[in-house]
């Protein structure tokens, strides 16, 4: 089992244990329970909560613990299988996080809101990050990342454009994905994220269709808008796309002439230097 997968169910075994562990203390301690965030917060200057005879709303706060301890335990069997639960789970702390913040603004500051608030949007960004990492590294969509790295490849290096191939005449795909794969564990991961940014940034920022169904015209419109943006990331994101794809380009035989490159000087040159005995090695001279 690769080790982010181990993580993920240590992760979400742990969120279900301590679901269940905070039910249970909610369920037959519901008043010490409230009286101990008092005192947490006394310290704080915050004002208490007060106690409550009903338990209406401590039947329904069970239910919903519950609720999420069989979520969490279920995503810890098979965090990637099952991971279109994590925004389900995500979506019910985020809840609880964002109406105790509202009842701490508009209520009563108590710390017993700003406890959950914290607390439970911490937990909803944490199965959020999660549900990133399964999609981020996930094989299913392996083919369109091909698809989407060979649109923008295609657009940085046409085919008739500065040299007589293009990218769509070798395989500059593979050799950058490769390239990724080679770097970090999570390298094709954040190929990925790259990708989508470029796919999706389209829309967001030049309010035109994803760049993938662009015609080549408007690729060439979208990454000159990512060049000259006063957005300091997406200058830098497609510059780097660029140098690297041009960098992988350029090491091809087939474009040297087109860039005046002579691999015949430059090895004459590297074997007749102070190292010639070390490039020769290298070389295979």
């Not at 406890?115 to 981020?136: K, Q, R």
């Not at 990342?145 to 500059?172: M, S, W």
Request: aromatic share 10%; proline share 7%; net charge positive.
């Amino acid at each position: 089992m690769p080790a982010l997968d181990r993580l993920l169910r240590l992760l979400f075994t742990t969120l279900a244990a301590a679901f269940a562990v905070t039910g249970l203390l909610f369920f037959c301690f519901p008043n010490a329970t409230v009286g101990t965030l008092n005192a947490a917060g006394r310290p704080l200057g915050f004002p208490p909560a007060p106690a409550s005879p009903l338990r209406f709303w401590l039947s329904l706060a069970v239910a919903y613990m519950m609720l999420v301890t069989l979520l969490a335990a279920a995503i810890a069997r098979d965090p990637r299988g099952r991971a279109h639960l994590m925004p389900i789970l995500a979506a019910g702390k985020a809840t609880s996080s964002l109406t105790c913040a509202g009842y701490f603004v508009a209520s009563s500051p108590a710390f017993i809101y700003l406890a959950n608030a914290l607390v439970d949007g911490t937990l909803a960004l944490t199965a959020l990050g999660a549900y990133g990492l399964v999609w981020a590294t996930g094989e299913t969509g392996a083919a369109r990342d091909r698809e989407l790295l060979k649109a923008i490849l295609d657009t940085l290096v046409p085919r008739g454009g500065a040299f007589p191939i293009g990218a769509a005449d070798t395989n500059l795909d593979e050799t950058l994905a490769r390239y990724f794969a080679r770097l970090h564990p999570l390298g094709p991961a954040g190929l990925r994220v790259l990708l989508r940014a470029i796919e999706y940034g389209t829309a967001v920022f030049e309010r035109t269709r994803p760049f993938s169904r662009l015609d080549p015209a408007a690729r060439e419109r979208a990454l000159a808008a990512w060049e000259t943006s006063r957005l300091g990331p997406r200058r830098q994101l497609v510059a780097s796309v660029k140098l690297l794809g041009l960098l992988h380009f350029y090491e091809r035989p087939e474009t040297w002439p087109g860039i005046s490159y002579d691999d015949g000087h430059l090895r004459r040159k590297l074997l007749a230097g102070p190292n010639a005995a070390a490039h020769a090695a290298r070389l295979g001279a």
